[in-house]
DNA sequence: CCGTCCCCTG
DNA sequence: CAGGGGACGG
């Protein structure tokens, strides 16, 4: 047990990176400011969050398959707009498909739907050689279930068609032999399985008998070949079982191999920092056992152990093992792909379309971070709608409701689609709360002007901007509030050298802070605010300690010194409307 | 006088 | 976090 050290440590603990915000360098201004304490990490692990992979990877492509297959025996009602051919039978299966299909594909990109095109020779590692599979899998079984409709239809055909409005809607009815196969691909599988699932309602019955023996036999090979080909991506070269907790091994090559804690559980024992490849701390998992200044009682922390001695500021690893754009496009890679929706996908907006994709033949079509296939139905072909704000798509957005925050719960739209950068915002939403919220890690002191940058989607009007304004200003009642309390508590504890304050991840501060901006850690914090916030807690300090607080404005000198040391924020804010939550659900 | 900011309150 | 009052600077 060791009092002091959570909250004075030296600053090299954490290997970390230059001042560079968002991948971008600083300006002169802020490097000389940042210098020499402030190091900022580009906003990452969190990003990576195994979890939100693993399973979720096997998941979609299992239940992919099964909407393939359960498609075949699904009414075509929704199919088209026509109405249900048959009174018996009630709408049952296809909202709960569409539910379905909805909750496990947005979550990444789907191989099967990656596109057809080439790539099949397998590059580098699983990905793509599986992606190859897939398609001939798919392809596959097209070619099959063509054979099927090939044996039933004439038989079919002499038991009558079925009636007009249970084709139209679609371009060649079920029973039309004429499969337009200059569709996209996803189109054409859409037409698949209408004209199988009207099958079985009028073949007669060995026809029928057929074709759902051959479904079962398909079903039973599909499951089984993509079992396969899971199996296959899934094992590393050398044998061993890839973590499943979601380590990509493409993107992110210094991934942290430990397992996230679960939710709520911290971590017993401090990393190992020293053994972590780079800014490997995890963000705000703190170890419950070595917080402090939150707990008065505890016997005196400061005079100080060795351990944290405070910072003879200690100079950044010159060799930083990765380059720092790189990494950062990775992780907004990453995000885009975990989160199928929102920020990710505009995040990704700016990236070069091709550098972030590595193995996509057609990343337009296959990267789908905004989950376009969660808001159809049915997976339309998604080339008509490639980016995320087209027409066609935003049709399809649900909108956020433009409320207030609910105390303490999450909107139930947030996690719809956060965000629309044409659906201009007439009021401000939760997420725009949020995204405020994590810009005061950078900014404590913005201007209008920049909130005006910063949130793109929002309709600014004296209202809006005052309110927006008001944010912040609360924003800053909370971290001075914090800071003075902490200050004085150091007193109390019989601080006297003000340099012994210093906010690190682990300290009971940051823990409160980043508890106020950053609820659910959606966010690494970056080190410029630590630094800030431990200046500001130093100043404090010296003002209290000095008896300056009996100065009715005492506190005017520090937040004067304190609304200079705005940092410049990254792109990402700017470009994203809500940098949506990093659900870990 | 107006816009900000702070502070207090609910 | 929002509202409202008051201080302050231009």
Same mark, same amino acid.
């Given at each position: 047990?060791?009092?002091?050290?959570?909250?004075?440590?030296?600053?090299?603990?954490?290997?970390?990176?230059?001042?560079?915000?968002?991948? $971008?360098? =600083?300006?002169? @201004?802020?490097?000389?400011?940042?210098? #020499?304490? /402030?190091?900022? %990490?580009? &906003?990452?692990?969190?990003?990576?969050?195994?979890?939100?992979?693993?399973?979720?990877?096997?998941?979609?492509?299992?239940?992919?398959?099964?909407?393939?297959?359960?498609?075949?025996?699904?009414?075509?009602?929704?199919?088209?707009?026509?109405?249900?051919?048959?009174?018996?039978?009630?709408?049952?299966?296809?909202?709960?498909?569409?539910?379905?299909?909805?909750?496990?594909?947005?979550?990444?990109?789907?191989?099967?739907?990656?596109?057809?095109?080439?790539?099949?020779?397998?590059?580098?590692?699983?990905?793509?050689?599986?992606?190859?599979?897939?398609?001939?899998?798919?392809?596959?079984? $097209?070619? =099959?279930?063509? @054979?099927?409709?090939?044996?039933?239809? #004439?038989? /079919?055909?002499? %038991?009558? &068609?079925?009636?007009?409005?249970?084709?139209?809607?679609?371009?060649?009815?079920?029973?039309?032999?004429?499969?337009?196969?200059?569709?996209?691909?996803?189109?054409?599988?859409?037409?698949?399985?209408?004209?199988?699932?009207?099958?079985?309602?009028?073949?007669?019955?060995?026809?029928?008998?057929?074709?759902?023996?051959?479904?079962?036999?398909?079903?039973?090979?599909?499951?089984?070949?993509?079992?396969?080909?899971?199996?296959?991506?899934?094992?590393?070269p050398s044998g061993h079982l890839t973590q499943l907790g979601g380590r990509f091994q493409g993107p992110v090559p210094d991934g942290r191999s430990e397992p996230l804690p679960p939710e709520g559980s911290a971590r017993k024992?401090?990393? #190992?920092? /020293?053994?972590?490849?780079?800014?490997?701390?995890?963000?705000?998992?703190?170890?419950?056992?070595?917080?402090?200044?939150?707990?008065?009682?505890?016997?005196?922390?400061?005079?100080?152990?060795?351990?944290?001695?405070?910072?003879?500021?200690?100079?950044?690893?010159?060799?930083?093992?990765?380059?720092?754009?790189?990494?950062?496009?990775?992780?907004?890679?990453?995000?885009?792909?975990?989160?199928?929706?929102?920020?990710?996908?505009?995040?990704?907006?700016?990236?070069p379309q091709d550098s972030s994709a590595p193995s996509q033949p057609s990343s337009k079509v296959a990267l789908r971070p905004w989950g376009a296939a969660k808001l159809r139905p049915l997976a339309l072909g998604q080339q008509?709608?490639?980016?995320?704000?087209?027409?066609?798509?935003?049709?399809?957005?649900p909108l956020v409701s433009p409320v207030k925050m609910e105390p303490g719960g999450r909107q139930a739209g947030m996690d719809a689609l956060p965000f629309s950068a044409a659906h201009i915002q007439e009021g401000l939403n939760?997420?725009?709360?949020?995204?405020?919220?994590?810009?005061?890690?950078?900014?404590?002191?913005?201007?209008?002007?920049?909130?005006?940058?910063?949130?793109?989607?929002?309709?600014?009007?004296?209202?809006?901007?005052?309110?927006?304004?008001?944010?912040?200003?609360?924003?800053?009642?909370?971290?001075?509030?914090?800071?003075?309390?902490?200050?004085?508590?150091?007193?109390?504890?019989?601080?006297?050298?003000?340099?012994?304050?210093?906010?690190?991840?682990?300290?009971?501060?940051?823990?409160?802070?980043?508890?106020?901006?950053?609820?659910?850690?959606?966010?690494?914090?970056?080190?410029?605010?630590?630094?800030?916030?431990?200046?500001?807690?130093?100043?404090?300090?010296?003002?209290?300690?000095?008896?300056?607080?009996?100065?009715?404005?005492?506190?005017?000198?520090?937040?004067?010194?304190?609304?200079?040391?705005?940092?410049?924020?990254?792109?990402?804010?700017?470009?994203?409307?809500?940098?949506?939550?990093?659900?870990?659900?």
């Amino acid at each position: 047990m060791d009092p002091n050290s959570s909250l004075l440590l030296g600053p090299a603990q954490y290997p970390t990176e230059p001042c560079m915000e968002g991948g $971008r360098s =600083l300006s002169p @201004r802020e490097q000389s400011r940042c210098s #020499p304490f /402030a190091w900022s %990490q580009v &906003p990452s692990s969190s990003f990576s969050d195994p979890d939100c992979f693993g399973d979720e990877h096997i998941q979609a492509k299992r239940a992919r398959v099964e909407t393939i297959v359960q498609g075949m025996f699904l009414s075509p009602t929704s199919l088209g707009p026509g109405r249900a051919p048959t009174g018996d039978s009630p709408s049952r299966p296809e909202k709960a498909q569409g539910r379905k299909r909805k909750q496990s594909l947005p979550m990444q990109q789907d191989p099967l739907e990656a596109g057809p095109a080439g790539n099949r020779g397998g590059g580098r590692k699983g990905g793509p050689r599986v992606r190859g599979q897939l398609h001939l899998l798919r392809q596959q079984m $097209r070619h =099959l279930q063509q @054979r099927i409709l090939r044996a039933v239809e #004439p038989r /079919a055909a002499a %038991q009558g &068609p079925p009636t007009a409005d249970q084709r139209n809607g679609s371009r060649s009815g079920p029973w039309g032999a004429d499969s337009d196969h200059s569709q996209g691909v996803e189109k054409h599988r859409v037409s698949e399985v209408q004209y199988l699932s009207e099958g079985p309602r009028f073949l007669p019955a060995g026809a029928r008998a057929l074709l759902e023996s051959l479904k079962k036999e398909l079903t039973g090979a599909i499951s089984q070949a993509v079992d396969s080909v899971l199996q296959k991506v899934l094992v590393d070269p050398s044998g061993h079982l890839t973590q499943l907790g979601g380590r990509f091994q493409g993107p992110v090559p210094d991934g942290r191999s430990e397992p996230l804690p679960p939710e709520g559980s911290a971590r017993k024992d401090p990393l #190992p920092l /020293a053994a972590l490849p780079r800014r490997a701390q995890p963000p705000g998992e703190a170890p419950l056992g070595s917080l402090s200044l939150a707990k008065p009682l505890d016997s005196p922390r400061y005079p100080v152990s060795p351990r944290m001695i405070p910072k003879p500021y200690q100079p950044p690893p010159a060799d930083c093992p990765l380059a720092v754009a790189p990494a950062h496009i990775q992780e907004e890679w990453i995000l885009g792909q975990l989160l199928g929706h929102g920020p990710g996908g505009r995040w990704r907006g700016d990236l070069p379309q091709d550098s972030s994709a590595p193995s996509q033949p057609s990343s337009k079509v296959a990267l789908r971070p905004w989950g376009a296939a969660k808001l159809r139905p049915l997976a339309l072909g998604q080339q008509q709608c490639p980016w995320p704000f087209t027409s066609t798509c935003l049709e399809r957005l649900p909108l956020v409701s433009p409320v207030k925050m609910e105390p303490g719960g999450r909107q139930a739209g947030m996690d719809a689609l956060p965000f629309s950068a044409a659906h201009i915002q007439e009021g401000l939403n939760p997420g725009h709360l949020k995204k405020a919220k994590l810009m005061f890690f950078f900014t404590r002191y913005p201007s209008s002007s920049l909130l005006k940058a910063y949130f793109p989607d929002v309709q600014f009007n004296r209202c809006i901007t005052s309110q927006m304004i008001k944010w912040f200003s609360n924003f800053r009642e909370f971290y001075y509030i914090q800071m003075e309390k902490f200050a004085r508590q150091a007193i109390s504890d019989g601080v006297t050298n003000p340099k012994m304050l210093v906010i690190l991840r682990d300290s009971e501060l940051f823990r409160a802070l980043n508890m106020h901006y950053n609820k659910g850690n959606d966010f690494e914090v970056p080190d410029c605010f630590l630094e800030i916030a431990s200046l500001t807690l130093q100043e404090f300090f010296k003002a209290v300690s000095s008896g300056k607080d009996a100065d009715p404005s005492w506190k005017k000198p520090i937040y004067k010194i304190i609304s200079k040391l705005d940092s410049d924020i990254p792109e990402i804010f700017k470009s994203s409307s809500y940098p949506q939550e990093l659900f870990r659900n």
